[in-house]
């Protein structure tokens, strides 16, 4: 029968009778079969591999273990946008306990002047030693389990500042703080004084734990003994990974190295997106570098401004860190700035591009008039 005789096909009340229904059974085994085939004949989908690391008891006990934590350095920087002031870069390793000696975390604020050096050191003291204990009795030294480790912006300043005392006092790790003043950020540009700072912190690092400690043989998990070995892996936390090739070479030199002929033992350069709200010591480093940042930007820099020019920045130094905040733009459209704020920034850049160009057109004017005078 038809199709439009089937449409037209109605039941004994006068009701129209629906298609499948019409369909006698032959027609619906045909269709069945079609629909079947027609199944098989598509392409089978293609499977998407996953490797994950195996799950060790550490990170039972812990999840935000890296399963290369026991050779790996974790860095994070403080700074890297601000139009003012300087940058901020920190690093923390594992060490056995024990090890290290005090101080457990390494201060570099040389590049910042010596004034401005004993000034922070000073700051950081008074700001941090009142919140490192909660009921009033500071420990002689913690563990990584008694720090509320988290991404540093996601915690409180009076958290930043009780986890900055407690790192201090935390013998399961060894850090390093380096400070990248504005002039050099100025001199070298943002990206070159970032890569430098990185590999300038790993190399500190690796070269004060490979002291500090006996040198185990290097394995491809980290690990010999029970021991950690040498850096192996440089954790940064962003969406670039920069190279760094004074770090390998100063691992082939090092016991234990391969003399960059064994590619499985390479210092390996990983990034990780938000990877300070994934591994603890990544959280570690970005809570001293914006602590250590905060802490100089509000009681030492801010103390600095003075002068008429320079007031009406310190509340910008104070509250906001010196980031472009819609007050510190207009200020800087009207042509104001401190000589701590960055020249190579835009708008600051384009500001002082024009006022060198206005003074060399005012200069080659004058050499004009003084020409024809002759």
């Known amino acids: 029968m038809s199709e439009p005789a089937l449409k037209k096909q109605r039941n004994a009340a006068g009701q129209p009778v629906s298609l499948s229904a019409r369909k006698t059974s032959q027609e619906r085994s045909v269709v069945s079969v079609a629909q079947s085939v027609k199944r098989k004949a598509r392409a089978p989908r293609a499977r998407r591999l996953v490797y994950r690391t195996p799950i060790t008891h550490a990170q039972l006990l812990w999840p935000g273990l890296h399963p290369h934590e026991a050779s790996a350095v974790y860095l994070d ?68 389990a008694d720090i509320a480790l988290h991404d540093s912006k996601k915690l409180k300043e009076h958290e930043r500042y009780r986890a900055f005392g407690r790192l201090q006092a935390c013998p399961e790790v060894l850090a390093y703080v380096l400070a990248i003043p504005a002039s050099e950020i100025d001199r070298k540009h943002m990206a070159a ?82 990877g300070d709200s994934r591994w603890r010591l990544m959280s570690a480093a970005s809570i001293l570098a914006k602590t250590a940042r905060d802490v100089y930007m509000q009681k030492v820099l801010a103390l600095e401004l003075t002068s008429e020019n320079d007031a009406p920045f310190k509340p910008i130094f104070e ?56």
């Open 319 to 374: 509250r906001e860190k010196g980031y472009g905040s819609k007050r510190h733009m207009e200020l800087v459209r009207q042509g104001k700035c401190t000589a701590y704020h960055r020249k190579s920034f835009n708008p600051l850049a384009k500001h002082f591009q024009a006022h060198v160009m206005e003074e060399v057109q005012h200069m080659m004017e004058a050499d004009h008039v003084a020409h024809k005078a002759k």
């Open 193 to 274: 004084a970032w890569k430098d700072g990185m590999e300038s912190t790993s190399l500190w690092l690796a070269r004060m734990y490979a002291h500090s400690t006996p040198a185990p043989a290097l394995t491809s998990h980290g690990m010999v003994d029970g021991s950690p070995a040498l850096t192996s892996h440089v954790m940064v936390d962003g969406g670039y990974a920069p190279p760094m090739p004074h770090l390998q070479r100063a691992m082939d030199g090092e016991p234990g190295g391969q003399e960059g002929k064994d590619k499985d033992h390479a210092v390996v350069v990983e990034a990780t997106k938000k």
């Open 77 to 144: 920087e403080a700074g890297r946008g601000p139009l003012a002031g300087p940058m901020f870069i920190a690093g923390v390793r594992l060490v056995p306990s024990g090890t290290p000696s005090k101080p457990y975390v390494h201060f570099n604020f040389s590049r910042l002047g010596n004034t401005h050096s004993l000034a922070l050191h000073e700051a950081l003291t008074s700001a941090t030693q009142e919140h490192v204990c909660e009921d009033g009795q500071a420990k002689s030294h913690y563990t990584l």
